[in-house]
């Protein structure tokens, strides 16, 4: 999985070992680790607008919101529905309304911000 931060100098990737990674598209080199000791592999990404918190999906059916800036977790979410395959921004929602496509093939909405869903 992959994202692009909105400053054009970074992206976001995330892979098997479930770790996500900060990299600096001009050096090419890694930046920040974002350890997910307990997530299983990652398969999706999606920057938040305002592009300070990345949220991540992973296998296990958990979204997790973290500070790009700091490299703290924020929150976790359980999408209670298996493997998180995809996630979205709703661009037209002002508070960056999360999307997230579960296994099960439903979309669970959630307002990151609120930790709410």
């Excluded at 997230?100 to 990151?112: E, I, L, R, T």
């Amino acid at each position: 999985a992959v994202a692009a931060l909105p400053n054009r100098q970074g992206a976001i990737s995330g892979g098997d070992d479930g770790m996500a990674r900060l990299w600096d598209l001009k050096s090419g080199k890694q930046q920040k680790l974002f350890y997910q000791p307990y997530g299983g592999p990652v398969l999706s990404l999606a920057v938040i607008p305002g592009g300070i918190k990345v949220a991540v999906g992973s296998s296990d059916g958990f979204v997790r919101i973290w500070n790009i800036r700091s490299g703290e977790l924020e929150c976790e979410l359980n999408t209670y529905g298996g493997a998180v395959r995809g996630l979205a921004v709703n661009p037209s929602n002002p508070l960056g309304q999360l999307l997230a496509a579960g296994a099960d093939g439903y979309v669970h909405v959630f307002n990151p911000h609120h930790q709410d869903h």
